[in-house]
C-alpha cells in the first residue's frame, strides 16, 4: 500500500552528509510498521517524504499505487488532508478546544458539514476509549488521553495512511504499550496502515512489521 522505491534525501548536517540513502521497502495495508534506529538513522526523514511534507532527491513514493512524490504542492496538500493521518510526539492539540472539536479540525477543513463532523469525530474519540472525555480540554487529559485525541483525530477522516513520530515519547511505559495495542487493532479494523518512527522496545515489539535503519539505510527489514 505504502512503497518507498530506491528513495534518497541528502542534506548537510553539521557539516556531514546525512538523509536517507536507496531505499526500498512496501508496507502492506492494515499494517502497523515501525521505523526502527537510533536517533540520525533517517526515521524522521521517511516519515516526512511519506507524509509529502519533503520530495526525494531519487526514487519514489507510491500510496495505493500511485506515484504521489512527482504532485504539485497544491496536490499534495489536497492528499494530506483527505488520506493521510499524523500522530505527533507533542499531541499538538489546540489548548482552547475540547476533544471533540480538536478531532473535528481535520474534518472542518476538508469542509465537511458541522453536524457530520461531529459524528465521525465522536465515534472516533468513542473508539480509542473517550467517549465520556468529548468535552474535556487537553489541560483537563492525562498525557496518555491526550495522544489518544490525537489518534482519533488523525483517523477522523479515514485515511489511508496514519503517521507517528515516536507517538510514545511523553507517555510512560503503562500508557506506551496500550498506545501501540490500539493503534495494532486499528490497523486491522480499518485497514489503514500506520508507519510509526520509533527507538523504544516496547513500540517494536508491537509491530507488524519493522524495519530498520542506520546511517540512512535500510539494514533490516521484518
Given at each position: ?80 488532508l483527505r488520506r493521510l493521518g499524523f500522530v505527533f510526539q507533542a ?93 495494532a487493532d486499528l490497523a486491522a479494523e480499518r485497514g489503514a496502515t ?29
Amino acid at each position: 500500500m505504502l512503497q518507498f522505491r530506491n528513495l534518497t534525501r541528502a542534506y548537510e548536517l553539521g557539516g556531514e552528509r546525512a538523509g536517507v540513502f536507496g531505499v526500498t521497502l512496501a508496507v502492506p495495508k492494515g499494517c502497523l510498521a515501525v521505523l526502527a534506529g537510533p536517533s540520525g538513522s533517517g526515521k524522521t526523514t521517511l516519515l516526512q517524504l511519506a507524509g509529502l511534507l519533503d520530495q526525494p532527491d531519487e526514487g519514489a513514493v507510491l500510496l495505493d499505487g500511485q506515484e504521489v512524490s512527482s504532485l504539485s504542492e497544491r496536490e499534495r496538500c489536497d492528499l494530506r488532508l483527505r488520506r493521510l493521518g499524523f500522530v505527533f510526539q507533542a499531541f499538538n492539540l489546540v489548548p482552547v478546544l475540547s476533544a471533540l472539536e480538536n478531532a473535528m479540525l481535520p474534518l472542518q477543513l476538508q469542509g465537511i458539514a458541522e453536524v457530520e463532523a461531529r459524528r465521525r469525530a465522536a465515534a472516533a474519540l468513542d473508539r480509542v476509549g473517550l467517549a465520556d472525555r468529548l468535552h474535556h480540554r487537553p489541560g483537563q487529559l492525562s498525557g496518555g488521553q491526550q495522544q489518544r485525541v490525537a489518534i482519533a483525530r488523525a483517523l477522523a477522516p479515514d485515511p489511508l495512511l496514519v503517521l507517528a513520530d515516536e507517538p510514545t515519547a511523553s507517555l510512560d511505559h503503562a500508557h506506551g504499550g496500550p498506545l501501540m495495542d490500539l493503534m495494532a487493532d486499528l490497523a486491522a479494523e480499518r485497514g489503514a496502515t500506520f508507519l510509526v518512527a520509533s527507538h523504544d522496545p516496547a513500540v517494536i515489539a508491537r509491530a507488524h512489521r519493522v524495519y530498520r535503519l542506520a546511517d540512512g539505510r535500510l539494514v533490516e527489514a521484518a
